[in-house]
Structures are given as C-alpha cells and as structure tokens.
C-alpha cells in the first residue's frame, strides 16, 4: 500500500494597509516593430500574426489598429492549447456556495485556462477487482477529512472537488488530494501516485501527476463574480483571481514534493521560475508558509498571482514566473498562441505603423506593433477620342481625360496639363474628383479643356494628370482644324407665336480666306421655326444677320428645344439651339351675361373650347369661380377626346341677401394651356338697367349708336313711362340708362353725349 500526505494551502485575504493602486496588465512585446512586405494602396492587405496567448483568460478577441485612423475588429483562432481537462464537482458544497451558473462558469474558467496551457498526458485511474484506491481531500464544504472509495478518473483528467465555508478572513484554500492504494497489479498502484508521469516518487521529485485535490471559498467574502472587471467594486475580491491562486495550488504549487524539491529556506530555486525573475532564487513568503512567492513578487511587470495577498478592486491574471513554477513542479508548459487575422485597404501610400491586440475576455492583453509600407499607385487615363474643331472658333472637350485611382481619401488631390501642339502655353488645373473611391472601388475623375486654334491643320493633343505624390500617366488623340461656320441665335427663348422677326441668327465664317462670296445652307424643324433656306456672304464679308420667325402650330407639345444648323463646302457645320414654348389656349364663353338668382340649378350654361388641333386625348380643365356665394359649378370638365369643346351647367345660388347685381368671374385652366375667364351677373331681381355698363342698352359690351337708336325706337313705340318690374326674358335692352327707374328722352341723351365725348361707358 502506498499512501501520501495531504497538503492543504491557507490564502490570506489581503489587509487594507496594504492596499494598492489599482493597475491594468497588459503584456507588451518589446520588440522593435516588424516591418512586413510593402503593398499597393487601394490594394487589400491581409494581415495574420501569431501572438502569444499564454497569459490570456477566458475567450479570446483581437481588434488591428491599421495605423490610418481606422480600427477593426479581427478573427482570434487560438491553437497549441493542451488536452488536460477539469472536472469540478459541487457534491460536497453542502454550504450551496456555488448557487448560481455564474459562479460555476467563472470557477471552470479559472481551471480551463491554466490547464489548457500544460501539456501532459496523464494516465487514467480504473479501479477493478482487487484494484482499488481511496481519494483523500478536505471536504470544502466542512474542512474535514473527507474519502471516496474507487474515484473514477478518465485519461488526462483532474477531479477538484469545490464549495464554500466560513474561511476566517481568508479567500480560499486549496491543496492536492491524497490517497491511499490498494493493488495486485503494481501498474495500478503507479498510476494512482503518479498519473504516469516518470520521477514522482523520487527523493528529491522532479515531476508530479495528481488526480486532483480540493478548493473551498470564504462564503463571507464579497467575491466580484464576472469575467469582465467593468463593475468590479474597490472593496470586492475579485472572484477569478482567487480562482486561478487556488487550482495552482490543487496543480503542487506549495503543495508538492516537487516544489518541495526548489525550495531552500525562504527562497526558490527552480530553473524556469529563477530564469523569470532574472536568473535568481524567488523569495517565498516565509520559511513556515514557503509556498507562496513573497509578497508584491513582480512579474511582466505586475504583481504575480501566486504571491499571498489579492488587492481589492483588481484583478491578477498569472505571469510568466507563475507558469514558470509550474513548469519546475513538473507539468510541461506550453506556450499556447492565436492567430489574429484581418484585412485592410489603405487609401493612400506611407508608412503605417499597425498595433494588433489580443485579448481575453476574463482579462490579459498581448499586443504587438507590426509596420507596413503602402507604395504610391499612379492614375490609369484615357485620352478623348480623336475629333475635329473650327479654325478660330473657342471650344471645349468635355472629358478631354478621364482617369481612375486605387487611392482613396481626403488626401487624394489631382493635376492636369494639356498641351494642345500647337505651340501654345499648356493648359493646366485641378481634375475634378467625380467619384470618391473606397475599399473596392477605386477614385474616378475628369478634366475639360477649352482652347482656340489660329492656324488650321492636324493636331497630336496630350493630355497628362498627375496625383498628389507624383504619380503620372499620359494620352493623346488627333485633332483636326478647320475653317468653320459660327452660328449665334440672339435669344435663347421665344414662344411660337411670337410672329415675324421674333429674334436674329448671326452666322459667320471663320476662315483665313474671305475673298470668295460663301453661300450657307440653313436647315431647323419648320413647324417650329422659319428662316431662309440659305444665305449669301459677299466676298470680304465674314457675318451676316437674318431674321428668325415663329410658327404657331396650333399642336399642345410643350416647350421644343430647336437647332439651327448651317453648313457650306469646305467649312465644318455650325450650329446653335433655343427653346420654342408653346402656346395653345382655352376660351370660355357664357351663354347669357345675367341670371337671377332665384333660377338656381342650370341657370346658365357655359363652353369651353381648347384651339389645338391634336385632340386624341381627353383634357381635365379646372374651373375657378371668384365668388361662390353667387354661383357655382364643377371643379372641373373633362373634353373628351377627338373633341374640342364641352359644355357644362352654371347655378345661381340664392343667398336672401338684397345685394342687387353681382359679377361672378368664371376661370377655366388646364395644364400646358392659357387660361380664359369669362363674366356671369347674378341679381337679386330682374333690371332695366345695366349696372355693368349703364350705356350699354343691348349688352353686348360696347356702347355704339345702336344703344341710341333702341331707346329711340322705344320712345317712338311705346312712349316715355315708368318702368315695371321686367321678367328675366325682357332684358336686355337696358332701357333705364340713369336708373330713375323711368325710360325717356334723358335716358337717350346720356349715351348720346357720352358718344360725341368719346366715352364708353
């Protein structure tokens, strides 16, 4: 029977006075920055970097800061991690310390993320028959003495029995479990002392393979319980830290013969944990309590995790000392990495420093600097295609060149030049930037150019642009100049029915040679415009003038853009536009010029007529009426097509009010056309006078001798005489011309002087 004591390991809780400031670890490669293969700016960069993630808790997440103002998250793919793994069993937290998942999560985290940084294999334990063994731990839940008979082991697993008690002002305590072996096969007896691993037994031990031991927590404490530290309280311990001191200890780190083995008084002298702290002996924390580091031990430039004390409102993740010790005590240390990967499109060239970061979610952070060189990538152009010009004539190319770039940004400014071949100075500028380029879609431009040939001939033209770091490219076309006819129109609008001579056409030869007379042919669409045919240029005579008529087409097109082209023999064709609008109208006619208010519905009617002559179409016109408390009618009347008229009704509104005659304006609208209005008296009662207009007796709005000789008629009819009521149908003439309600002689005389005195009214 072989048998080994059980070590158990008390933590103290770390006292007030000793507090100190908080701190963020972060693991910072100190290496001068790598310097990677330079690429094309607008060209992706794939970046993947391999970082260290032995000191990183929990899951892993990675952000690349390109070093251009842009951060991005990355892909964080972890590898080299070990195949030991943690069974945590809760039978024995009979305190129920562990009520919630959280709690339960935080504490596998804690055991997962050193155990996936050690590499050994260890052997299973299967008792059977007369193999049988007894697991000896502290029960967490008591502290006492606690056995289970035959615990069954898988390969590469460590059992860490877990719960919570009363700890008198300590965190935690944990320690490797001890055992006790009973067996016919001496295999058995090995494995359960030493897991398989060679040297466990030796005097002075140099390696070590438990089954696993136990952990209990200070059910007092005022334990932080997250992986992150957003809301870890200045007075809380922080839970995972805890965590990860204690399962160091259930794995011999101050429970082990192998540590035993390094230690010398207050020192510790194991090769990887002296080559950590800088090839010296680690000061343990006392000769009666050497399993901890002394206390405020640094390493990687933070207090390490296996001193004895945890300042409140931090939290210590383990370093490269604390591994190293675990290494001595015999566990084979890996050094676990990720792989962080991104890509990026620089917009423009220089020199980029990057900075990837790695980082776990129960804390730790690597970073490295890397240093990427973006090159310059010169504008691709295309030159204008070849074309010909007028001799004297100032022109414009537009698109003289046009050109695209992988660059991109608010840097990214262009140059042009021109030069024309014919001697002159270059034309030069700013290209216009038409379309801002971005990651896959590069920057898009143009430039225009405008120039004047005085000599004719064949032209080679180059075109250059330029970006803001030098970068060039260059194209070139043909270009042949002519003697050209130059066409001006002097307005730019006119309507169509403007008439003769609504505006002028000047046309000029531009040649070098003016000692022949010229005859130009004109051309335009004739159902918009009428100019001559053709016109002659006498000889020395470069311009001449010609009217420009309007035709009214009586056709509804709307406003027509019109060119007028004029053209000879051995001159290129000169042309100009302008804007025909149009003008089609509507015209609405009453039928009868007074109704009574009382005629109500239909009182009158009333046409109205469009004068175009393309009517295939039906036309919605509106209807406004000034004053609808007198009369009213629809909103609106359709004309249906192949019609040019429809009628509609008009009624009188009754308002019991004694206002006498009131004129009511009718107004008719409809798209594309010119509206008309016409007039409709309503009144009260019938009238023998007019109100409108006094001396206009037969309402046909004029006043002429006839209005005279009505009344004259008459008088010599029926005799001067008061004047009844009239009935509607009796009026007019307005007899009544004074309104003395009396018809005679007067009445005559007051038109007839208004005649000889030129009024009309």
């Keep these: 029977m072989f048998a080994s004591t059980k070590n158990r390991w008390l933590c103290s809780r770390h006292a007030a006075a000793n507090r100190r400031p908080r701190r963020r670890w972060r693991l910072i490669e100190r290496l001068e920055p790598r310097i990677l293969l330079a690429t094309a700016e607008g060209t992706p960069f794939a970046l ?140 058995f007896c090995d494995t359960v002392s030493t897991r398989g691993e060679s040297g466990v037994t030796e005097a002075n031990s140099l390696d070590f393979g438990p089954w696993g031991g136990s952990i209990s927590f200070d059910a007092s404490a005022d334990f932080h319980f997250s992986d992150s530290t957003d809301d870890l309280g200045s007075q809380q311990a922080d839970f995972l830290s805890a965590a990860m001191h204690e399962v160091a200890h259930v794995l011999g780190f101050g429970t082990s013969r192998s540590w035993t083995t390094f230690v010398s008084g207050s020192v510790f002298s194991g090769p990887a944990a002296q080559a950590a702290y800088g090839d010296q002996g ?63 499109t620089y917009g423009d060239d220089g020199v980029y420093d990057i900075i990837v970061t790695l980082a776990g979610s129960g804390g730790g952070v690597t970073t490295r600097q890397l240093q990427e060189t973006v090159t310059n990538v010169p504008p691709a152009l295309v030159a204008a295609d070849d074309q010909a010009v007028g001799l004297g004539e100032p022109f414009t190319i537009a698109d003289v060149g046009v050109f695209t770039d992988p660059g991109f940004g608010a840097s990214e400014t262009f140059t042009y030049t021109i030069d024309w071949g014919d001697g002159s100075t270059l034309g030069s500028g700013s290209a216009s930037i038409d379309s801002s380029g971005v990651a896959g879609a590069a920057t898009e431009g143009s430039y225009d150019g405008t120039h004047t040939y005085v000599i004719g001939g064949n032209y080679s033209v180059t075109v250059t642009v330029t970006d803001d770091d030098g970068g060039t490219d260059s194209g070139s076309f043909q270009l042949s100049v002519s003697a050209a006819l130059s066409v001006e129109i002097a307005a730019e609008q006119i309507p169509e029915n403007g008439g003769i001579g609504v505006t002028t056409l000047t046309i000029t030869r531009l040649s070098n040679d003016l000692s022949q007379s010229l005859t130009v042919l004109l051309s335009t669409d004739e159902s918009e415009l009428d100019i001559p045919a053709s016109v002659e240029l006498p000889a020395g005579e470069a311009t001449v003038v010609v009217d420009v008529d309007a035709v009214d087409d009586d056709v509804l097109d709307g406003a027509q853009g019109v060119t007028i082209t004029a053209t000879a023999t051995g001159f290129l064709d000169g042309t100009d536009d302008l804007i025909v609008t149009d003008h089609e109208t509507l015209s609405l006619t009453i039928d009868t010029p007074t109704v009574l208010e009382r005629a109500g519905s239909a009182a009158t009617f009333a046409t109205v007529r469009r004068n175009n002559t393309n009517i295939d179409a039906a036309l919605e016109v509106v209807i406004s009426i000034d004053d609808g408390t007198e009369a009213s009618a629809a909103e609106s009347i359709i004309i249906p097509a192949g019609e040019a008229s429809a009628t509609f009704s008009i009624d009188a509104i009754e308002d019991e009010i004694a206002d006498g005659p009131q004129l009511v304006t009718f107004t008719v609208m409809a798209g594309g056309y010119i509206s008309d209005s016409d007039t409709l008296r309503v009144s009260d009662v019938a009238s023998w006078h007019n109100a409108a207009q006094p001396r206009d007796v037969d309402g046909d709005g004029n006043v002429s001798p006839i209005d005279v000789l009505l009344i004259v008629n008459d008088l010599n009819s029926r005799g001067a005489r008061p004047l009844s009521v009239p009935e509607l149908a009796a009026v007019p003439p307005y007899l009544d011309v004074n309104d003395d309600g009396f018809v005679s002689a007067v009445d005559a005389l007051i038109i007839v002087n208004a005649l000889n005195n030129g009024a009309a009214n």
């Design 282 to 344: 680690v000061p343990l924390a006392g000769t009666s309590n050497g399993g901890h580091w002394a206390n405020g031990t640094q390493s990687d430039g933070q207090e390490a995790a296996m001193d004895p004390s945890l300042t409140t409102g931090t939290r210590k993740l383990f370093t490269t000392l604390d591994f190293a010790a675990l290494d001595d005590v015999g566990w084979d240390l890996l050094l676990p990495t990720a792989t962080v990967a991104g890509s990026h």
């Design 48 to 187: 993947g970097e391999v970082l260290d993630a032995s000191r990183l808790a929990g899951s892993l997440s990675a952000e690349i800061d390109w070093g251009d103002g842009v951060t991005t998250a990355a892909d964080a793919s972890p590898s080299g991690g070990g195949s030991l793994v943690g069974r945590v069993d809760y039978s024995f937290d009979t305190n129920n310390f562990f009520d919630t998942q959280v709690k339960k999560d935080l504490l596998q985290l804690a055991v997962d993320t050193i155990l996936s940084q050690l590499g050994d294999d260890l052997a299973e334990i299967m008792p059977s028959g007369q193999n049988t063994w007894m697991a000896e731990f502290a029960d967490p839940g008591t502290g006492d003495s606690q056995t289970i008979t035959d615990l069954q082991v898988a390969a590469d697993e460590i059992v860490i029995f877990a719960g919570g008690r009363d700890l008198g002002g300590s965190l935690g305590i944990g320690g490797t479990g001890g055992f006790s072996v009973s067996c016919v096969d001496p295999l």
